[in-house]
Each structure stands twice: as C-alpha cells, then as structure tokens.
C-alpha cells in the first residue's frame, strides 16, 4: 500500500514571539517590572571561580586553543595564544579581536579557552560577568562541551551555549539597534540533521550587552537548564517527557523538550532517547571572541564590517564563577532561582512564559487494529456524540445547523461576530476517543463570507492543554466546497505540538486567522477521521485503461518539449505487458489520453479511487513524482506519491475525490474538470526518473451488501445460546411475537453476568470486512432500573473483548440498532482496560451486559458488510 503527501501549507502558530537566523532561536522583549529579581539561594555553594585578579591567566584553570580552522562555522579568525590576543589586566580577562597580517591564512585573529579535564562540571549554576564586543561581525560565547563523548561526536554528546551574542549595535531595515543575548542548546541528530532550540532575550530600555558588565549565568540540573541575565531568568530548558498510560505504554510526549540519539550498547541500533541525556555528564567551558561565520555573517548587516575590527574588539570578563546546590549534589536540584511563568510557554495569556520547547521527535505509539480505509464520522448528516461549540476571547460565534438539501443536507454554520474566537466539534467533558490507527482528519467546508480573513487555522486537542497546537493550511475560497484531508502524523509533529492520538477529546477546532475573523461566515460537514487503505471495502472497476494493453479509446501521449521524456511497452513475467518510462531531464510529463472520449466521473460514489501498480527502477536525489487528473490546461488537478521505495512492484491507491480537491501545483486555484476528464493518468516526475506502471483503473466501493444473519425467529449456523452467570441473575427465553416471529427476551435481576450469541465452534473472521460494516439488531426494552447501562460487545475470549455502550433508554417500543464494526472493535474493554476483540477470532459475536436490573428482547441480529 503506497501513501500520497497532501499539498498544505505549513505554517508556525499565532505568534508571540519573532524568529531569528542562527543558533539564537526566538526573541523576547520581557518587561521586569513585574518581578522581583531574585538572588541565588544560600544553598548555592561556591566550588570554583576565576577573578582574573593579577597579571597572567591562570594555566591550571584554562588552556589555550591554536588553530585557524573556522570553528566549525566558517569563522574567519585565527585562534591563537599570543598575549595581544589574551591577556590579564586590571582585573579582567580580555580576548581581543584583532585584523591579521596580510597574506595571513584568515583575516584576524583572537583567543578561545577550554578549562577541560582542569574545571569539568556536572549540574550547577555557572556566572560569567562581562562586557561584550560589538560590530557587524562580531561573535563571542561563553558555552561548555562535554569532557567525555559519552554519547558521540557533535551534537550527540551535547552543547550548552551560555552566552553568545552577534553584531550588537548594528541597526537592522527596521532601524531596531542590536542587543539580544542568546542561551541555545545543541543535541540530536548527527550534522546536518542536528536540531536546536533556544531563546533571545533583549535587554530593557534597549541597554547594549557591549556598554557595560552584566552578569550572565544558567542554573543547570538533572532535567532543566536555566538562563539568567543579571538575576532575570529569561528562558527554560527541559528534557522530554513521555506521556504514558497506567500500564506504561507510550501514548506520545507531555512536554517537547531535549532528546538525544546515539548507538544503544546492547542492540548496536541507532536510538532515540526521550530522557536526561545528553546533559546528564560532565561538561567543561569555553570562552572565545569569534570573527564572522555562518551565523554573524548572515545576520543583521550580512558579512564582516573591517572597519569596526581596526582597533580590535574585545571581549571582557571580569569573573566567571561555578556553584553547586548543597541540597544534592547528585541532582544540582534544590537551589532554583525561579519567577512566576517560569514554566510556562509565552502565549497571549503568558506573555513572560519562559518555557522553551524542543525539538525531540515523536516517539513511537502503538497502533490499534483499524480496518483499511475505516471512517469515523464526527458529524456528516446527523449528530453524533460530538457537540458543536466556540471558544471566544471576546464577543461570540452563532452556530446553526442548517438543511441545505443536495449532497450536504445538514450542516453546521459558524458566524463569527468576533475576532478571537474559534469553532470546535468536541465531546462532552471527560470522554475522549482513541484515533491510533487512523491516517487523516477530512472535512468539507463552505465560506458564506471570507470577509478579508488572513488565512485559516486548525487545531486537534487531547485535552487542554495537550495540543496539537495551531496548524496552518490554505485558506479555503469563498463560495465553494473545498474538501480537506489532512495527516494525523502532521498534527503530530507539528511546531510545538504535544498531541496524544489515543486521547483525542476535540477532534476538529478550526478559525479564521486570530485578530480578523468578524463576518466570516463558514459550513461545515463530513467531519471525519479516516484510516489508511482501501476504504471501499470490495470494490468494483468501473474505468480500466491499461492492463497488458491500453482499452477502449485510450492511448499513449506526452508532453515533451525538450525530449526528456520516452515510453515504451515491455515484457514483464508473470505481469504480461508493462510500461516503462524514462525521464532524463527536468521538463515534461508522460499521459493516458482520452480525449477521443472525456469521462464524466462527477457521478462516482464516495470513496472512489484511482489505482495502478508502479515499479521505481531509479530516480535522482530530491524528484518528486505527480500523479495527475487533466481536463486541458490549467485545469489540472495534481498530488504527489511517495515513490521512495524502488526495485519492488506495489499497489497506489489514491481517493479520486482527494485528488480532484487538490489544485494545479503549477497554476495554483486551477482544478481538474470531474466531468470531462481528457487525461485520466498523467505522472510527472520534478526530474530524473525511471519508472514502471501495470493495471491502471478507476474503482468504485461495490455496495451490493452482504448480511450475515446470527438470529431471525432462530439461530444460524453453529450459533448457540449461552450466558456468563456466576449468580443466577441472567435467564433468556425464546418468546412468539405478534409479526416477528420468535424474539430472545433476555432478564437480568442483579448486577453480574451477561447473555450471548456463541460461535466458538466455528468463529468468525471480520477482519476483511468494509469500514462501513456495521452489527445490526432489533430491541425492546422492557423495562431497566435507574442509571443502568446496557453494553454491546465483541468476544474472542477473556480478556479480548471491545465494547460500546449503547442507548437504552427508551422503553417500551422496537427500535433499529446499528453500530459500525470498526468502531466497536477499536474500543477497548471496559472492564480491563487496552485488551481488545480479536477480529480474525469472534467466538462471541454478539454479548449484551446490563449493569443491573434490566429486561430486554431482541431480534434480527445480523452482521451488514457494505
């Protein structure tokens, strides 16, 4: 089965604060006012420290670092210890930056000292006062590496950047002067997939890091970095942490945070790691006084200013000082300088949040057996145990449901009389859905009114505040449908994200972008989640192009205008004919042409899909392959494949309705014609590609029906009737009723045991059912003692079993009861929670279980796979 990437834009969330290039991360203008600065505890004891008293730096605590290599960042200094480069005077140490002699192998030269294997600390709050350099290209830091490389080279082992700072007093195209600090933590990945995270703070009244000492420090402990300027804490750090259930298995992250990656000593694999390393060891520090790089260099005024290095710059310190916490050694923890909002993200409502997330990836969460291409309706004609409602800072939405007859009928409209609000589809407090094993979001929308909204936002909650967090996509076009199909992995991954798919309480929020939402006026329908897979259940073909042969009116064509392009047919085994094209260059695409005869495939039902078998023998680095439906240009509508895997046939299915839904990547806002059709196949690799194709199709759900029947006036097959009775308080009986034959009349009297239909003896598979295949059945009630539930259950031994609760509450009149399969099957048993029903084994294919005192008749007891 082959996957497809959907064209969305992706976009970071409502911002509060700015992004900067380089290691710096985001920036935040922090008004102090609000606190009390607060000086590190007495339990912080002194246990190291230089005053760069006297007259030469101290070589017990500092060794000299010689090369011209750059930095790793392309620097263009050369490190050197000649004393005008470093040096000991009136009680502070100096690293100046000075130009170099012509012809030199770089164009300046300055200091840089490690006190590794003389001052190596683990945890601890380490204070560095000092007074920066200044001008386009100036780049000094004050930051630690690891001693050991416990966990491998750069970055697996760590970074800690205490102090840096770029280009301070340069004015950028805004006139703003330049005065951030940077704090940045380095871990992950290996270069260049190494990740980042951090924070700028911006010094108040617009003070100048370069015009006087400040003191700089971060308290570090197991699991948290603090970064202080002179006694503000401005940004935390913290290691990543799993969000697990009672039983201990993964369900996603509580908080985003540091994470590392290195070779697990037993396996010899290449692991992820979601805890304290790689800042659990000890770490040495670093002081230097760069010149340009990739970062200064590509930042505020870009390149180097010569001028502002002609007399030097110096980086000046006057102490740099190391505590331990005596509260425990062990941890560093028990010492914390903190503030208010210390731990929380910066939001409107927390604008001094001084949380930073990370970067850790996801981890990896166990899946539930779905059926492919299973749907969970949210809301389409009908409501569901999903509500409608608004979230508004000020003023409010209008929801309606409205009858707009046609393919919609009902729907909900949103009328935003605000411009801070946001609709949602949510269930009532306290119930949550697990959507592990799904695939997408969908949903249809209409804009009444755009009204001038910026741009559109959803969002899926788990909770709040566990989050998807916003995520941006196009914004839809008013006075259309447009339909929307969106990955769960992308909700999952998104900046900030902390979405736990097994917990989903809200799956739907959407808004007009925050700020300019009044008179936007929206419906909304066919809210779903949708497995992966073919969602039609069986199948039938109703358009087949190509298989050994092109049928009907169909034929090859291209478009090739520079000659990239060729087709043939070849020979391929067992498969008969094949086709083969080769790309060679950048332009042109290679087609199915039915022109001779355009199809109309406006009529084809929901869940349609084109299919095809593919064989990628080669493609260059980075091409990407469009797979495309052609009414004449522009009016083309396109999507991309995953065409990673190469040397293996494999199946591509694409929903027609998806594909139709996504413009013209080429000539954005065109779409594909659904009636007239003239290239029903068209592939276009980006560049260079050599690719095979088989049995190329349109298929259609075959919903025929097929009704597996369990009990009507009797039992089928190799059904019996049977009861878990441990007290006597379950009896059924056969009973005639008028027009119905026989019906079961099922009488619990307590509170234990339950009543079912047993196939043990020949059990059933229903693993190859559709996802519309539901468990149909007739029922009475008779009569029910307060507050008593009636659950449904699928059985393949205890405790395999899923269950539902379903509305009992009417009395005393034959209702229809009809429960999707896939949705049974994919909740878990209430009474010992995370064990399913095994549906390639349903011994038990039909229990009833009140809570209590309840009577109750049934009839028409089937299985409807449609």
């Known amino acids: 089965m082959m996957t497809f990437k959907k064209k969305i834009t992706h976009v970071f969330a409502l911002a509060t604060v700015s992004t900067l290039i380089g290691c710096g991360g985001a920036e935040t203008k922090t008004d102090t006012s609000g606190f009390d600065v607060t000086q590190p505890v007495s339990d912080w004891k002194l246990v190291w420290s230089d005053e760069f008293d006297g007259n030469a730096i101290n070589t017990n605590h500092w060794t000299h670092e010689v090369n011209c290599t750059g930095g790793g960042n392309n620097e263009r200094q050369c490190y050197t210890e000649d004393p005008s480069n470093s040096f000991v005077s009136d009680g502070t140490l100096k690293l100046v930056a000075l130009p170099a002699e ?51 080279g750069w970055p697996h082992s760590g970074e800690i950047d205490i ?22 933590l380095h871990y992950g990945k290996s270069w260049p997939a190494n990740d980042y995270s951090g924070a700028a703070y911006s010094l108040p009244d617009g003070i100048s890091p370069a015009d006087d000492f400040h003191v700089y420090a971060i308290e570090w402990q197991e699991g948290e970095i603090r970064w202080y300027v002179d006694g503000y804490l401005y940004a935390t750090q913290r ?70 290095f002609t007399d030097g710059q110096t980086f000046e310190i006057d102490y740099i000082r190391v505590y331990q916490c005596t509260q425990n050694t062990n941890t560093g923890k028990g010492c914390e300088t903190v ?12 604008p001094n949040g001084a949380l930073i997330l990370g970067k850790a990836p996801n981890p990896p969460v166990a899946a539930i057996p779905v059926a492919p291409g299973a749907v969970f309706d949210v809301f389409s004609d009908a409501d569901t145990d999903f509500v409608v409602g608004h979230y508004a800072a000020s003023g409010e939405i209008v929801i309606e449901e409205l009858d707009i007859g046609g393919d919609h009928g009902a729907v909900k409209q949103f009328t935003f009389n605000t411009d801070e609000a946001l609709g949602y589809f949510q269930l009532a407090p306290g119930n949550v859905q697990d959507f592990r094993g799904y695939a997408t979001l969908e949903f249809d929308i209409f804009v009444v009114n755009d009204n001038g909204a910026d741009g559109f936002v959803v969002k899926m909650d788990c909770v709040h505040p566990c989050s998807s967090g916003d995520y941006a996509i ?219 194709f088989d049995n190329i199709r349109y298929e259609s759900p075959d919903n025929s029906g097929q009704q597996i029947i369990m009990y009507d006036d009797n039992v089928t097959g190799d059904i019996v ?12 009986s056969e009973i005639a009723e008028v027009d119905r034959g026989n019906v079961v009349e099922v009488v619990k009297t307590g509170g234990t045991g339950n009543w079912y239909l047993d196939s043990s003896a020949a059990p059933f598979d229903i693993s190859g059912y559709s996802a519309n295949s539901e468990l149909v059945f007739d029922m009475y009630v008779v009569s029910a003692d307060a507050g008593v539930e009636l659950y449904i259950k699928l059985d393949s031994g205890w405790p395999n079993v899923s269950d539902v609760v379903i509305d009992s509450s009417t009395l005393g009149e034959w209702q229809e009861v009809r429960i999707n399969l896939q949705t049974l099957l994919a909740d878990d048993n209430a009474f010992s929670a995370g064990n399913f029903a095994d549906a390639t084994n349903i011994i038990n294919p039909f229990v009833m279980e009140p809570t209590g005192v309840m009577t109750v008749k049934f009839d028409n007891i089937r299985y409807v796979n449609k």
């Open 339 to 350: 503030r208010a909002a210390y731990a929380q993200e910066a939001s409107e409502e927390v």
């Open 474 to 692: 196009d914004k839809p076009a008013q006075g259309v449908w447009t339909s929307y199909s969106i990955l769960l992995s992308d909700l999952v991954a998104n900046n900030g994200s902390t979405l736990d798919i097994s917990n989903v309480n809200t799956p739907l929020a959407f808004f007009p972008t925050w700020g300019n939402q009044s008179g936007f006026v929206a419906q909304i329908d066919n809210v779903r989640i949708v497995a992966a897979g073919d969602s039609n259940g069986s199948t039938k073909v109703v358009a087949n192009f190509y298989d050994d042969t092109v049928i009907g009116d169909i034929i090859f064509n291209s478009y090739n205008p520079d000659g990239f392009v060729t087709a043939t047919e070849i020979a391929e085994g067992d498969r008969g004919n094949v086709i083969e094209v080769v790309k060679t260059g950048d332009t042109g695409n290679w087609y199915l042409d039915s022109s001779a005869a355009p199809l109309d495939i406006s009529g084809y039902e929901a869940g349609s899909e084109l299919v095809f078998d593919m064989f990628v023998v080669s493609a260059d680095v980075g091409v990407e392959l469009y797979i495309k439906l052609d009414s004449g240009w522009p009016n083309v509508s396109d999507i991309i494949v995953d065409s990673s895997t190469l040397g293996e046939w494999q199946e591509v299915r694409i929903n027609l309705q998806t594909l139709l839904d996504d413009d013209n990547a080429f000539s954005a806002g065109s779409f594909a014609d659904d009636t007239s059709i003239i290239n029903p196949f068209v592939m276009e690799p980006t560049g260079v590609m050599t690719v095979k």
């Open 721 to 732: 009737f049977n009861s878990y009775n441990p007290d006597g308080f379950v009896t059924s």
């Open 163 to 184: 102090l840096e700072t770029v280009n301070l007093k340069t004015v950028n195209e805004d006139g703003v002067v330049e005065n951030n600090v940077h704090g940045t």
């Open 102 to 152: 012509e012809g030199a192998e770089q164009p300046y030269t300055s200091a840089r000292m490690v006190s590794k294997n003389k001052a190596d600390f683990k945890y601890g709050r380490f204070e560095i006062k000092a007074k920066m350099p200044f001008g386009q290209g100036s780049f000094p830091a004050f930051w630690m590496m690891p001693t050991d490389e416990v966990y491998g």
């Open 239 to 308: 290691a990543s942490e799993l969000k697990t259930k009672a039983d201990g298995e993964i369900t996603g992250l509580n908080h985003r945070g540091w994470y590392s990656e290195y070779f697990d000593a037993t396996s010899g694999e290449l692991t992820t790691y979601w805890d304290n390393s790689p800042f659990d060891q000890q770490f040495f520090m670093i002081l230097n006084n760069a010149v340009g790089g990739d970062w200064a260099e590509n930042t505020n005024d870009l390149g180097v200013d010569a001028a502002a």
